[in-house]
């Protein structure tokens, strides 16, 4: 019994350990500059924007694949109907 009680308490003092080396800041890893900061936000929106990008690439090709093919020739056809209306109110 002591021995597991010994064990136990040893994992759970290197659990711990390793949850406070990740919680405590980093040398270095700070922003010095503003320029750096906006950089850094740029390049974390553009690797979002590139995963809601996939996403939505995923679910559209989904969408299509689960239509039947009399759905799908039905939908091309009416979005070719909305954008020939929309030309012929642009024009007049």
């Known amino acids: ?10 994992l759970l003092l290197l659990v711990f350990n390793t949850f406070l080396q ?4 980093k040398v270095g890893e700070s922003v010095a500059t503003v320029e750096e900061a906006t950089e850094m936000l740029a390049k974390q929106a553009k ?12 679910a559209y090709k989904a969408y299509w ?11 091309k ?6 954008k020939k209306i929309a030309r012929h109110k642009k024009r007049h």
């Open 1 to 10: 019994m002591k021995i597991k009680t010994i064990i136990s308490l040893v």
């Open 22 to 25: 990740s919680c405590t800041p």
């Open 47 to 58: 690797a979002k924007s590139k995963i809601a990008r996939k996403a939505k690439k995923k």
């Open 65 to 75: 694949k689960s239509q039947s093919k009399k759905a799908r020739k039905s939908i």
């Open 77 to 82: 056809r009416n979005s070719r109907r909305q």
